[in-house]
């Protein structure tokens, strides 16, 4: 009907069987909490819920396996889409590397995306000047911190988005399907 639409739907259908697998662990959870004060028979209601869990996430990972095969992405219109308010914490964090406290830090970046906004000025495009009458950390310097790459690649620490981080978690679960886990 509308062959122009180019939706994750799988993606979504995948996103929104984790309400299903979380309901059956909250069934089993429910039943197992009144277990020491009675005979136990209630434990034949641990199967359906298992089961089921077991079923869907088997259903999900085939699909995710077809989307990973067959995914691409378009990095240069990813990278074109981001707002340059995404650059605010790492404002926060080059104040916070220079000495001040981070929620002090926070503050002042939340004051120069205020003005920003105010002043209809794109935020990686602050004058140097306005970074100074806000902190008189901010160096020359400061302009650097708007990059795509350096952003994602400082929070190089297990489950980050740095290179590094994400090549090793690549690493692990290629592992972890080789073994068969």
């Known amino acids: 009907m509308m062959p122009q639409k180019k939706n994750?739907?799988?993606?979504e259908l995948v996103r929104g069987k984790t309400g299903r697998?979380?309901?059956?662990?909250?069934s089993l959870l429910t039943v197992m909490k009144?277990?020491?004060?009675?005979?136990g028979k209630d434990m034949q209601e641990?199967?359906?819920p298992l089961f089921d869990a077991v079923a869907t996430l088997g259903a999900c990972l085939r699909i995710?396996?077809?989307v990973i095969r067959g995914i691409s992405f378009d990095t240069e219109r990813m990278a074109a889409?981001?707002?340059?308010f995404a650059y605010a914490t790492d404002i926060a964090d080059y104040l916070t590397l220079k000495g001040m406290p981070f929620r002090q830090a926070h503050e002042v970046a939340g004051r120069m995306v205020k003005w920003s906004v105010e002043n209809g000025v794109p935020f990686s495009e602050i004058p140097y000047a306005v970074f100074r009458e806000h902190s008189e950390l901010f160096g020359e310097n400061v302009t650097a911190e708007f990059n795509l790459t350096r952003s994602t690649d400082r929070r190089n620490v297990t489950g980050?988005?740095?290179?590094?981080?994400l090549l090793k978690q690549i690493e692990?679960?290629?592992?972890?399907?080789?073994?068969?886990v």
Request: glycine share 20%.
């Open 21 to 26: 697998v979380y309901g059956g662990l909250v």
């Open 160 to 165: 980050g988005t740095g290179r590094d981080a």
């Open 34 to 39: 009144g277990l020491p004060f009675s005979y």
């Open 8 to 11: 994750p739907d799988s993606l």
């Open 64 to 66: 995710m396996d077809g």
């Open 81 to 84: 889409s981001i707002n340059d």
């Open 172 to 180: 692990r679960a290629g592992a972890a399907l080789a073994q068969g």
């Open 46 to 48: 641990d199967k359906e």
